[in-house]
């Protein structure tokens, strides 16, 4: 009898590209993040795609609200994580904001966005605007041994 070895590879996929310009565009965007991330192989831990789905959300709102009115989504994936980059025409970068405990007008969604990632830039570009950049570390559902 032989051993059999398994390896387990990471699929590359295309960067996933996705535009919006009105609050059902944001809803389109957690869709389309939840279903990049269902298709990774091998699979992220249990959760990343809500994790990741919450961040797109927060950041394209946000580009609605604050960066102009539309954004542009791309979703990549390494084998150690998955990056987020919302594109919108802005060039001002997100602010903190003390949040609203009373009048309910926000200011929760970018501390929650750089708590939940493990690193958020943001850069000029594209043209006049800017891109925020997110990170997820991917955790797989698998412990080799």
């Given at each position: 009898m032989t051993d059999t070895d398994i390896t387990r590879t990471h699929t590359h996929r295309a960067p996933v590209l996705a535009e919006g310009d009105s609050s059902a565009g944001i809803a389109h965007a957690r869709d389309v993040t939840r279903a990049f991330v269902d298709g990774l192989t091998p699979a992220p831990a249990a959760g990343t795609a809500e994790t990741l789905a919450l961040v797109v959300?927060?950041?394209?709102t946000n580009a609605l609200r604050y960066g102009?009115?539309?954004y542009t989504l791309e979703l990549t994936a390494t084998a150690d994580a998955l990056h987020a980059a919302v594109s919108d025409p802005s060039p001002a970068p997100p602010r903190e904001r003390t949040p609203d405990l009373n009048g309910g007008t926000g200011g929760f969604g970018w501390p929650m966005v750089r708590h939940l990632t493990s690193m958020v830039t943001v850069t000029p570009g594209?043209?006049?605007?800017?891109?925020?950049?997110?990170?997820?570390r991917r955790r797989p559902r698998f412990v080799d041994s």
């Open positions: 959300s927060e950041l394209t102009g009115g539309r594209p043209g006049q605007g800017k891109t925020v950049h997110a990170r997820l």
